[in-house]
């Protein structure tokens, strides 16, 4: 079975900062993906970035960027200059052999 | 970008009724659907599995006969909640897999939010 926490609930970060939101996963599968997936107020699951187990180089899209350490089976996601509208809910999620399991969440403030 | 629509957006009916809900994959074939679904402030839950052309795959925990889900074609997947009850009020999201590989990127639908009174 896959597990993904994520243990901020909440974050807060001040527009144009840099920010971290954690997650660590637990699978014994060899070959797996990583995603993290923003959700905003109206429901909305908007994919951000992925990260394959076999990948050495952490992926990077735009102004988000996965902190890929396979040893710790961490993969945080990092958003640069963090903008009003990334308040939302992130949710990272691991893909295996099956299905997407998703962690619990964190609810980012991103304050002006 | 994969787009993947969904049908109604929301929902209000009476107990014991039914409600189908469409999943259409607008710009890209997917042999492989998704159907979660979520309670405020939690996380998706997997509830089952549509392939196209075959049964799907139901989640340990959900009923199928409550839950019916068709994948007629490549780009439609419905799920209907069948005599709905209070308890089936949520937040029901597709997904759509536009490649064969497990590792393929889903695309999720914008949510279709269920009222059952």
């Known amino acids: 079975a896959q597990k993904i926490t994520q243990t901020q609930p909440g974050m807060f970060v001040q527009e144009k900062e840099a920010v971290t939101l954690d997650c660590t996963y637990d699978t014994s599968d060899q070959s797996y993906g990583l995603f993290w997936y923003k959700q905003p107020s109206s429901g909305e699951m908007i994919f951000l970035i992925y990260?394959?187990?076999?990948?050495?180089q952490n992926a990077t899209e735009g102004r988000y960027s996965l902190n890929f350490q396979k040893a710790r089976k961490s993969a945080n996601l990092v958003i640069s200059a963090s903008q009003l509208g990334d308040s939302a809910m992130y949710f990272c999620a691991i893909l295996s052999a099956r299905q997407l399991t998703f962690g619990s969440g964190t609810q980012l403030t991103v304050l002006p | 970008g994969a787009v993947v629509s969904q049908h109604p957006s929301w929902v209000i009916c009476k107990s014991g009724t039914s409600v189908k809900i469409e999943c259409r994959s607008l710009d890209f074939q997917a042999t492989t659907m998704f159907w979660y679904r979520q309670f405020p402030k939690q996380s998706l839950m997997l509830m089952a599995t549509s392939n196209e052309g075959s049964k799907a795959t139901y989640e340990q925990g959900v009923e199928k006969d409550k839950f019916l889900i068709n994948h007629a074609s490549l780009t439609l997947s419905t799920l209907t909640v069948t005599s709905a009850h209070p308890e089936d009020s949520s937040f029901y999201i597709c997904?759509?897999?536009?490649?064969?590989?497990?590792?393929?990127?889903?695309?999720f639908g914008p949510g279709t939010r269920l009222l059952v009174l």
């Open positions: 997904s759509a897999r536009p490649g064969t590989s497990f590792q393929e990127t889903q695309y």
């Open positions: 990260q394959g187990s076999y990948d050495e």
